[in-house]
């Protein structure tokens, strides 16, 4: 039971334009959604987050909105820039993380 | 530098020996969570501590590993007699939690572990 879906295994995008990753889930306990970036042989870094009672969180060229109704969240990145070019995975949290498989963005200049 | 650090980071074992991490916390965070990634998936919830108790254990520990967590500092992993479905990268990582709060958890770099 994959209780956190990433559907896309990868993304290609243009260096400054935006980067749209989408996450679905289907536990309603999750009280908080959190993304990480991953770069090969090192571990997860934490990125942005919301809480479950929120519809969007800010943070830079990174915005995360949550859609409780059809459990869906996305992170979007404005502008994308090569140095975004890692796996981004999407996890949902009731203490411990639950993440999905993750997604490659590639972002060419 | 302050982050979550483990030790060793790459492990290279025969099947049937023992290998145990070690993971260091951000100072001051009361909880500490134990993961394990293989290829091509995210990372996967094994266990974790709140100071010094050992709150949870997945199903996915056999009862060939154990962690501890001693004086709620750092904590250890332990495999005891490993066979070829250990090889992953194991991760921990570190947060604080407090009553109201979201918590936010922090990572380590991770040991690759290679059972031959």
Redesign the interface.
């Known amino acids: 039971d994959q209780q956190v879906k990433q559907n896309s295994p990868s993304l290609s995008v243009q260096e400054g334009r935006i980067s749209i990753l989408n996450c679905d889930y289907t536990n309603s306990m999750f009280d908080y959604f959190l993304w990480y970036k991953k770069y090969p042989a090192e571990g997860p870094t934490f990125l942005i987050s919301i809480s479950s009672i929120k519809d969007k969180n800010e943070d830079g060229r990174f915005t995360v909105f949550l859609n409780k109704s059809a459990k869906h969240l996305s992170l979007h990145i404005v502008p994308s820039q090569p140095g975004d070019s890692a796996v981004y995975f999407c996890a949902g949290s009731n203490y411990k993380l639950t993440f999905g498989k993750g997604t490659l963005l590639t972002v060419n200049p | 530098d302050t982050g ?1 650090s ?1 030790n060793p980071r790459h492990k290279i074992t025969k099947r049937g020996q023992n290998v145990t991490f070690r993971c260091d916390p951000i100072s001051e965070h009361n ?1 500490l ?1 134990w ?1 394990r990634q293989t290829l ?6 094994l266990t ?1 501590f709140q100071n010094e108790a050992q709150l ?1 254990k997945s199903r996915l520990l056999s009862d060939r590993f154990s962690a501890e967590r001693p004086k709620g500092s750092f904590s250890t992993l332990e495999i005891q007699r490993t066979e070829q479905g250990d090889s992953a990268m194991y ?1 921990c ?1 570190s947060s604080l ?1 407090w009553q109201g709060a ?9 040991t ?1 572990l290679l059972v031959l």
Do not use: I, S
């Open positions: 979550v483990q909880r969570y993961y091509g998936q995210g990372p996967e919830f974790y949870e991760l990582a939690m979201g918590e936010t958890q922090y990572f380590g770099p991770g690759r």
